[in-house]
């Protein structure tokens, strides 16, 4: 039990300080800007929602292959991303975030993602290669189902009821 409350604790501290990220990083990402600003400064733990997906082992391993084969040479092997990630470069173009529960694709709906990998963000410095010549919607998707697979449930139902709401 006190592990529970003490974990629990630790993923509030830890979506705190992701939301302080995403804001300073927010600033710089196009794709981020649009997202609703956060009035509290404290956004409450978002439950687990009864209808959250179980992740589907293939589909995972599926995405798991194409992330390694087109994706973890710049987020890393392990989705760590670059280690000075929230440091922008001297041009203003970023170094690759994370992909697992540190970074912040989490916070973005399946349809962002999808049209973000395809199609590229706004921002104009990006780095970020598009890949809608080289991989379909259902390719996109399990990669995302492979990230999934990474993140936390709190991260999890977060983008969840994100990917809910614009359905
Ligand atoms: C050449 C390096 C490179 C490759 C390869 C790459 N990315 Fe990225 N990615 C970046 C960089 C740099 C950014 C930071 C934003 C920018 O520059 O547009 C980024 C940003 C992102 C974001 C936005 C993160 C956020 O928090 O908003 C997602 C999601 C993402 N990448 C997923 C992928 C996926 C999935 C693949 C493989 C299909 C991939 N990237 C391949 C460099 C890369």
């Given at each position: 039990m006190q592990a529970v409350v003490q974990r629990a604790a630790g993923a509030r501290v830890g979506r705190q300080r992701a939301v302080a990220i995403l804001a300073a990083v927010a600033i710089l990402v196009a794709g981020c800007a649009?997202?609703?600003?956060?009035?509290?400064?404290n956004p409450a733990v978002v439950p687990a929602p009864a209808d959250l997906p179980r992740l589907d082992p293939i589909r995972v391993e599926q995405g798991a292959e194409m992330y390694r084969a087109?994706?973890?040479?710049?987020?890393g092997i392990d989705l760590a991303g670059s280690p000075d990630w929230k440091v922008p470069n001297p041009d203003g173009s970023l170094t690759p975030p994370p992909q697992d529960s540190t970074g912040h694709t989490w916070h973005h709906s399946d349809q962002v993602l999808i049209d973000l990998i395809a199609n590229g963000s706004d921002?104009?410095?990006?780095?970020m290669p598009t890949f809608g010549d080289t991989l379909s919607e259902s390719d996109i998707l399990a990669i995302l189902e492979y990230l999934k697979s990474n993140w936390g449930e709190q991260e999890r139902a977060y983008q969840w009821e994100a990917t809910s709401q614009q359905r």
């Open positions: 649009t997202e609703p600003a956060d009035t509290t400064g087109f994706c973890a040479t710049c987020h921002f104009a410095q990006s780095r």
